[in-house]
């Protein structure tokens, strides 16, 4: 009697996926408005909780400084799944916005306590940066994947543009630029109250986003919903030794990290940059909230049709990376007004920061197919949270300069 082979078992993907990338994207979406909270509404802080410039930039440089332990939770990820990690994460996340919401009367300890909520903030980073890939890969078909990583990646950048919307509009500018009808009383104890309205209220959002988690966040589905998904990946030890010897890699790994370290870095304290040139709160706010999302919307279209489209990613990396640098060439040719001569208006600012944050935000879930493509089989998780943490390495380079800086 012959033997009968057993043929391999077939892929199979469940409706459930989108519910767990729901719940990812939402964390990645507050991670980032919570990391935000505060740059956009500068002025204000400063006069309603005493922060300096340094106080500032500080508090945006808690989220590169929140991946210093990025990789143990790469490790907790590959060893554990994505449930333990995701549920720790969201622990951080709900433990930080908390501490920002503690009443006390003493600014100085008010101060620290906000300060360490941000950093908590800051150590859920790697997990909503970094996890994307790995999720996409364990719950979505290969024509899917691209797609389910701009979701799941972009949210986050979303989340902080959430924040340029929110905090101008929300809590009111000293300097009586606000579109609120109160602006009259626009004390410094009626800045205060808004703006702890505004931290209670993202508090209350990351202890949903955690109950949801915590009832249900499957590390895995039944079955594979791929031949990839199924491989055997490398150990984590042969992973690093695999990334750091591969030279298209790390070559690919510093055209991501210098420039989206940089504009995230940048674009955080957006509102800081530009007061010297006399641009308000809520305009600077509208500048960020617009340069994100459409880079979030252009950046899932870019996805979809690489779907559609294998082996196109240099080629659309290549165009998004030409556009930023001559969006962003025309900005800083436009802010040298005594050297270039060229008239800074409101237009060409919108103009040129928005189309820098379209092209630049758009490449980011291409940049993580091709590195997933190009190191494969190493994990997903390890892949990307080696990248990350280089942008950040990048972002905090920045951050600290301006620290320094404050003219």
């Known amino acids: 009697v012959p033997v009968r082979r057993l043929a391999p078992l077939a892929g199979r993907v469940y409706g459930r996926r989108w519910l767990v990338l ?48 990025c990789f143990f939770f790469m490790w907790l990820m590959d060893k554990k799944g994505l449930r333990v990690t995701v549920l720790l994460t969201s622990s951080l996340m709900v433990l930080g916005a908390g501490l920002r919401c503690v009443p006390v009367s003493d600014l100085e300890i008010r101060k620290r306590l906000i300060h360490g ?79 702890e309205a505004v931290l209670y209220a993202e508090f209350g959002m990351v202890s949903l986003i955690f109950s949801a988690a915590l009832a249900y966040f499957p590390s895995r589905p039944p079955f594979p919903p791929s031949v990839a998904a199924a491989s055997q990946r490398l150990s984590y030890r042969r992973s690093f030794c695999r990334l750091l010897s591969n030279f298209r890699f790390l070559m690919i790994a510093l055209a991501y990290a210098i420039p989206l370290g940089v504009f995230s870095g940048w674009s955080g304290v957006l509102d800081l940059i530009l007061t010297p040139v006399h641009v308000s709160q809520v305009d600077a706010g509208w500048i960020g909230f617009w340069s994100i999302v459409g880079g979030c919307v252009v950046g899932i279209a870019m996805a979809r049709f690489a779907d559609f489209i294998r082996g196109m990613l240099k080629f659309i990396l290549l165009l998004l990376l030409s556009g930023a640098t001559l969006a962003s060439t025309w900005f800083t040719l436009t802010c040298l007004t005594t050297v270039t001569h060229l008239p800074l208006t409101t237009a060409t600012l919108y103009t040129s920061c928005i189309l820098l944050g379209i092209f630049l935000n758009s490449s980011v879930p291409i940049f993580f197919e091709l590195f997933v493509e190009t190191v494969y089989p190493v994990p997903e998780g390890i892949t990307c949270g080696v990248v990350t943490f280089l942008s950040n390495v990048f972002m905090g380079v920045l951050l600290f300069f301006l620290t320094f800086y404050h003219t």
Not at 24 to 46: C, D, E, T, Y
Not at 144 to 155: D, M, N, P, Q, V
Request: proline content about 8%; cysteine-free; charged content about 5%.
């Open 117 to 195: 909520g941000q950093l908590l903030n800051g150590l859920a980073g790697p997990t909503v940066m970094n996890a994307a890939p790995f999720l996409s890969t364990t719950w979505f078909s290969p024509d899917e994947r691209a797609t389910a990583t701009a979701i799941a990646s972009l949210l986050n950048y979303l989340g902080a543009a959430g924040a340029f919307l929110v905090g101008p509009l929300v809590v009111p500018s000293p300097n009586g630029t606000s579109h609120l009808p109160l602006v009259s009383q626009s004390n410094t104890e009626h800045i205060k109250d808004r703006i």
């Open 22 to 69: 729901l719940l990812f994207s939402l964390l990645g979406f507050a991670q980032g408005l919570v990391w935000n909270s505060w740059g956009p509404i500068q002025n204000s802080a400063r006069l309603a909780f005493g922060f300096s410039g340094w106080d500032i930039a500080l508090l945006v440089f808690w989220g590169p400084i929140g991946f210093a332990p």
